[in-house]
């Protein structure tokens, strides 16, 4: 994000999901290889093969009222080889390429801090807790590109409700995981691991805040930040944190990665707002990715279109002091 500048991927590097379900064997065993190759020579043996987009499973899922209608998913092989996932590597490509290394099974999430009693969950649990929901949502990074993601999940406050806050919880700090033998980049990216974001109480309450377990009828793919992330379509996409390990309800605003590394570039809020421009850039448009060329440039809207479900938390407020 702060490293490096999108770029376009050509479509000749562009896998079909078929061939990518077919290599699902070979990549689990190609994995087993790389990991037992990572040791002193971790970043320098960080090469895989291209088709490292994880296969996934089938979701159940039921149709939401939250869904965003009107617009056109983005495809496939775009939300999963154009990504942010900076624990492998910064190139938009990165990912895909990389992020067979994560191991998600077995995978649970701790909750503690302001709590009736410290918890965790199995991440199958967290699966059945709710219904999965297939939510289309608009995707703006503060990059200034975007994307349509039908993604699965159902709203993180019916997790909420399981975590028994106490009134003193007045946001939610949600950490990623950190694990130097999977994601050996964190050494060479120079930002305060883990990946930490967080939200004020009625942000994470809100309905649109989307507890994200699949995105196209699928589990995550690795590179999207399975087994479980968060979404929130009207902030910038750092706000979004992957493969989440820890959720803390807390008394006092938590740090931010990208906030803490670059205070005056990423704020605590991050609502996407067309009309605060980044220091480096304007935020008044957006690239959309994969789209054709007369419909690639975009205006950016307000809370990402959101507005009507989420201008209410923020009334008062100045939205340039509090960007
Ligand atoms: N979460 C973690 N743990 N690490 C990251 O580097 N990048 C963020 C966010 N969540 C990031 C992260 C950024 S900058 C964006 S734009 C979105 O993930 C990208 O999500 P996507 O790759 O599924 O589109």
Redesign the pocket.
């Known amino acids: ?1 702060l490293i490096r500048k999108p770029s376009d991927i050509p479509s000749s590097e562009i896998t079909s999901k078929s061939d990518y379900m077919d290599r699902r064997k070979f990549m689990t065993a190609a994995a087993a290889v790389g990991v037992a190759a990572l040791g002193a020579d971790r970043l320098k043996n960080i090469a895989s093969p291209r088709e490292a987009v994880h296969a996934t499973e089938k979701l159940a899922t039921v149709p939401s009222k939250y869904s965003t209608t009107g617009v056109t998913p983005t495809s496939f092989e775009d ?1 999963t080889t ?6 492998f590597g910064t190139g938009k490509t990165d ?1 895909s390429h990389n992020a067979w290394r994560l191991k998600t099974s077995p995978w649970s999430v701790k909750v503690e801090g302001e709590v009736k009693s410290k918890k965790e969950f199995d991440i199958d649990a967290l699966m059945k807790m709710h219904p999965l929901e297939e939510r289309v949502y608009r ?1 703006r ?3 200034a590109w975007s ?1 349509v ?1 039908p993604w699965i999940g159902y709203s993180f406050s019916e997790f909420i409700k399981q975590c028994e806050p106490l009134s003193s919880a007045r946001y939610v700090q949600f950490l ?2 950190d694990d130097p033998k999977e994601e050996p980049w964190i050494y060479s990216v120079n930002l305060d691991w ?2 930490s ?1 967080g939200l004020r109480m009625d942000e994470a309450m809100n309905p649109l805040t989307l507890f994200t377990f699949g ?1 196209y009828g699928q589990t995550l793919p690795n ?3 399975a087994p479980v ?1 968060i979404v929130l379509p009207w902030k ?8 989440l390990v820890k959720i803390r309800f807390v008394k006092k605003q938590p740090r931010t ?2 906030n803490e590394s670059a205070p005056n570039e990423y704020g605590f809020y991050s609502n996407v707002n067309p009309n605060v421009d980044h220091p480096r850039w304007s935020q008044k448009y957006e690239r959309v990715i994969g789209a054709p060329f007369w419909k690639a440039r975009q205006p950016t809207l307000m809370f990402n279109g959101y507005g009507d479900q989420v201008a209410s938390m923020y009334a008062g407020m100045d939205l340039r002091k509090n960007f």
């Not at 154009?82 to 624990?87: D, K, T, V």
């Open positions: 994000m939300i154009y990504n942010n996932f900076y624990e990912p995707h990074c503060v990059e994307m993601i990623s995981l883990p990946y974001e995105l590179q999207d930040g992330r910038y996409g750092f706000k979004s944190a992957k493969s990665t990208w």
